[in-house]
C-alpha cells in the first residue's frame, strides 16, 4: 500500500495589511491509500489551512503536496470534502443538494438519483429528501452534506471537524457510520478535528500539529482492531493512546496536566 497523499515541507503564508502571516511551515507527512489519518491540534495551529491545501482550494507557498504522484495546483478528481458547516442550499431539496456533488462535476443528474436515495437512506435520511434543509436539525444537515460529499464514490475524503457543532449522542452516531463507510469503500480519509478521544477512535493514525505556525510533531499509531464499537472507548488499551497523545499536549503547552 504506497502514499496516496504527500505533503513535502510544505509552507502556508498569507499576505494581509500588518504584513505576512504564516499558518504553517515545514509540513512533511504521508497518508496512506485506504488510511484513515486525523489531524488534531489546538485552535489556530493550521489544520483546516492544511486541509485546504490537499483540496487544492489554497496553494501552499513553499514546498509542494502531491496526490498520487500529480502536484496539487486544483481540486483532483476522485475527491470529496465535508466542510465545518453543512453548506446546504435552503432553497433546494435535501435530495436536490446532495445531487449538486454530480451537477458540480458536469455528471448527468439522473444517473446519480438512486445513489442519492441510497446515501440518504443508510443516513437516516429516506424519509426528508424531499424536505428542504432549514427543516431538518443541524445533525441531520450535516448527514446531508456527507452524503453529498460521498456520491460521486471519491477514493479520497477530506473531513474539516464536520461533528464539531454537534451533541454529543449524534456525534457517537456519526463517528461509527462513518468508520462503516471508511472500511467499507476503503477510502483514505483526511479528518480534521480537536476531540483526542474521537481522533483515537477513528483513525489509523493520528497526526498532532503543534501551536501556530503549524507543524506536524509526532504522529501515533493507533493498533486497535477494527471494527470498533463505542465500547472499545472504556478499555485500557483505548486510554492508553488517549493518555499519549494528551501526554504530547502538555509538553507543547497546550493543555495544562
Not at 229 to 252: K, M, N, Q
Request: neutral net charge; charged residues 25%; glycine residues 10%.
Amino acid at each position: 500500500m504506497g502514499a496516496c497523499v504527500e505533503i513535502l515541507d510544505a509552507g502556508k503564508t498569507y499576505r494581509s495589511a500588518r504584513g505576512p502571516v504564516t499558518a504553517l511551515t515545514g509540513v512533511a507527512l504521508a497518508v496512506q491509500e485506504g488510511e484513515f489519518l486525523s489531524l488534531l491540534g489546538p485552535s489556530g495551529c493550521g489544520k483546516s489551512t492544511l486541509l485546504r491545501c490537499i483540496a487544492g482550494l489554497n496553494q501552499v507557498s513553499e514546498g509542494s503536496i502531491r496526490i498520487r504522484d500529480m502536484e496539487v495546483r486544483r481540486p483532483a478528481e476522485g475527491l470529496g470534502m465535508v466542510f465545518q458547516r453543512d453548506v446546504l442550499l435552503d432553497w433546494r431539496s435535501i435530495r436536490d443538494n446532495v445531487l449538486l456533488a454530480a451537477e458540480f462535476q458536469g455528471l448527468r443528474r439522473r444517473d446519480f438519483v438512486e445513489r442519492a436515495q441510497a446515501l440518504l437512506a443508510r443516513f437516516g435520511l429516506g424519509e426528508f429528501a424531499d424536505r428542504n434543509p432549514w427543516e431538518l436539525s443541524g445533525g441531520m444537515r450535516q448527514r446531508a452534506a456527507i452524503c453529498r460529499a460521498l456520491l460521486c464514490e471519491p477514493q479520497i475524503l477530506l473531513m474539516d471537524e464536520p461533528f464539531g457543532a454537534l451533541d454529543a449522542m449524534t456525534r457517537d452516531d456519526l463517528n461509527v457510520e462513518l468508520a462503516r463507510i471508511q472500511q467499507d469503500g476503503g477510502r483514505t480519509v483526511v479528518f480534521v478535528t480537536h476531540s483526542i478521544a474521537e481522533a483515537v477512535y477513528l483513525s489509523d493514525r493520528v497526526a498532532v500539529m503543534s501551536p501556530g505556525p503549524g507543524r506536524v510533531v509526532e504522529v501515533f499509531d493507533i493498533d486497535l482492531p477494527r471494527p470498533r464499537p463505542l465500547s472499545i472507548r472504556e478499555t485500557p488499551e483505548f486510554a492508553r493512546h488517549v493518555g499519549a497523545i494528551r501526554g504530547l499536549f502538555s509538553r507543547l503547552g497546550i493543555v495544562k496536566e
